[in-house]
């Protein structure tokens, strides 16, 4: 059996004297899995998300991403996890408006030491291949909203991270744009990019994910997979 991409166990956060945000989640995925993380604000979908980004570390519970304990990471450690192991794709882009398409896209490569000609070779391929090489000279704010969340796709897979993690990535698109990223995570993942989305977007989640796990009140009420495979019982 593969190793997972991402391995959750007994993962708690609590903020202040509230609820817990997370109580004891579980969840594995497997490489080339397309993931949606569904639930209402507040239900710990966001702060799920940002344990497996390494931006905050649990109470209780082990957090792993591609063989690495992302709970056991100090500050350096988690921004060079975040360079090799994960893209992220946010709702508003945080695109570099002084910056020119290509190089926000050759960034991250950049940080990571990249040599300078191969950061822009890079990045010129994925934006051929994204559909948007003619706006490497461009800056972001020349831009539609669909064209900068392609940018912010191409700028999250750069360092070709193990998984993309992708929060309401169509959140702030129009309908056409937001079917053009929709589409977009659908191709990549059946190219084998391991994909998960937090959305409140239940058609994006069947559009492009085939796995939905759905959070409530911390604790993950439901973990709805391919139709081949029986869903599983959440206890």
Do not use: W
């Amino acid at each position: 059996m593969t190793t997972p991409v991402i391995e959750l166990r007994g993962v708690s956060r609590r903020y202040d004297d509230g609820p817990p945000a997370l109580d004891e989640a579980s969840l594995t995925v497997r490489p080339g899995e397309a993931v949606a993380i569904l639930g209402p604000s507040g239900s710990g979908k966001s702060s799920l998300l940002n344990l497996i980004a390494g931006l905050d570390r649990p109470d209780a519970g082990t957090v792993t991403v591609d063989g690495v304990r992302v709970d056991q990471l100090g500050e350096a450690g988690s921004a060079l996890y975040r360079r090799s192991k994960i893209g992220m794709v946010f709702q508003f882009f945080n695109l570099l408006d002084d910056l020119t398409v290509a190089d926000n896209v050759a960034l991250p490569a950049r940080l990571a030491g990249a040599a300078r000609g191969a950061a822009a070779r890079r990045a010129a391929e994925l934006l051929e291949a994204l559909g948007i090489g003619r706006h490497a000279r461009d800056r972001p704010g020349q831009l539609s909203g669909g064209e900068r969340q392609r940018v912010a796709v191409a700028r999250a897979l750069m360092n070709r991270p193990p998984l993309l993690l992708a929060d309401e990535p169509t959140g702030a698109l129009d309908a056409a744009a937001g079917q053009s990223v929709s589409t977009l995570l659908t191709d990549l993942n059946a190219e084998g990019q391991t994909i998960v989305v937090v959305t409140h977007d239940l058609a994006l989640a069947k559009a492009c994910t085939s796995r939905t796990v759905r959070i409530a009140d911390g604790r993950i009420a439901e973990d709805v997979r391919p139709s081949s495979v029986a869903p599983e019982a959440v206890r």
